[in-house]
Antibody, heavy 120, light 111 residues
């Protein structure tokens, strides 16, 4: 059974850097990719970044300058960093396994999500 | 800002059929990229409902069906049930943005 679980701070201050960790089980990061997706309260999900099994990284064009995605295959962890946090970045952050070829892919399953609030 | 547009809300009585639309453009759905659908129950993460335009994952009732044509896609729920009350999102790929994109979402209410 494939599962993903996000962890990280609940509250960050404006201008700080957010670091989130996704722990995966049921598959190896050497054979499968993981994306980060966020969802502001009451709004639609927004894809942020993806890391492939070969370590290739892809980023949302609008947030690329602020995001870094990495992974530790031995620990089954994928890490997302987002710099210069702002209150508009308040959202539930999900990690999800990518299924299918990139650009034709879907996401399944998703982690439970972690709500991050940006406030001073 | 989502590039896939969905009606904000749809409602129907138990047992009825409702249809949700997802309208894109020539850089996403119209370019031939697959459309996928997710169901998000209150307080939970999105769950894959339809993949590859019309395919149901194991465990998804056949009351849910989907199709794609041109720059749009649609999801139909037949025999609407109270447990179907949720938010539904479409997802595809956009070549202009070089990334996955989600629809604005439709809230389904069972009257």
């Amino acid at each position: 059974q494939v599962t993903l679980k996000e962890s990280g701070p609940v509250l960050v201050k404006p201008t700080e850097t957010l670091t989130l960790t996704c722990n995966v089980s049921g598959f190896s990061l050497s054979s499968g990719g993981v994306s980060w997706i966020r969802q502001p309260p009451g709004k639609a999900p927004e894809w942020l970044a993806h890391i492939f099994s070969n370590d290739e990284e892809l980023y949302s064009t609008s947030l690329k300058s602020r995001l870094t995605i990495s992974k530790d295959t031995s620990k089954s962890q994928v890490v997302l960093s987002m710099t210069n946090m702002d209150p508009v970045d308040t959202a539930t952050y999900y990690c999800a396994r990518l299924v299918g070829l990139w650009s034709y892919n879907c996401f399944d399953p998703w982690g439970q999500g972690t709500l991050v609030t940006v406030s001073s | 800002q989502s590039v896939l547009t969905q009606p904000p809300s749809v409602s129907g009585a138990p047992g009825q059929r409702v249809t949700l639309s997802c309208t894109g453009s020539s850089s996403n759905i119209g370019a031939g990229y697959d459309v996928h659908w997710y169901q998000q129950l209150p307080g939970t993460a999105p769950k894959l409902l339809i993949y590859g335009n019309r395919n149901r994952p194991s465990g998804v009732p056949d009351r849910f069906s989907a199709s794609k044509s041109g720059t749009s896609a649609s999801l139909a729920i037949t025999g609407l049930q109270a447990e179907d009350e949720a938010d539904y999102y479409c997802q595809s790929y956009d070549s202009s943005l070089s990334g996955s994109v989600f629809g604005t979402g439709t809230k389904v209410t069972v009257l």
